[in-house]
């Protein structure tokens, strides 16, 4: 079992930056993949950005390449989203989500490769 906390989320100006975490409980954190997901209102949720059990390879959306990264620090049991240039269709509730094994497939981009999801945290970009 993995429970998963989010924090981080607020309000900011376009063009500003805010830093996501995700606090893990449970032994296996460090043996899975993990992702964010976002879901604005009135929208499906879609994929943000995931991270091997490792770190050393990630995987982005292609509406937040070049200005979010992901990150993990095992020892903590925490995973990171570092968003710069927010933009106002970047406002949505940011989901956490822990996959079932430590790489992630072609799958990856699917609420489907998730075994565990937190409760979510809001970002709200004014412009």
């Known amino acids: 079992q993995v429970q998963l906390v989010e924090s981080g989320g607020g309000l900011v100006q376009a063009g500003g930056s805010l830093r996501l975490s995700c606090a893990a409980s449970?032994?296996?954190?460090?043996?899975?993949?993990m992702g964010w997901f976002r879901q604005a209102p009135g929208k499906e949720r879609e994929f943000v950005a995931t991270i091997n059990w490792s770190g050393d390879r990630t995987y982005y959306a292609d509406s937040v390449k070049g200005r979010f990264t992901i990150s993990r620090d095992n020892a903590k049991n925490t995973v990171y989203l570092q968003m710069n240039s927010l933009k106002p269709e970047d406002t949505a509730v940011y989901y956490c989500?822990?996959?079932?094994?430590?790489?992630?497939?072609?799958?990856?981009?699917?609420?489907?490769?998730?075994?565990?999801w937190g409760q979510g945290t809001h970002v709200t970009v004014s412009s």
């Open positions: 449970g032994r296996t954190f460090s043996s899975r993949a």
């Open positions: 989500a822990a996959a079932f094994g430590p790489e992630y497939t072609i799958a990856v981009v699917t609420t489907t490769s998730y075994a565990y």
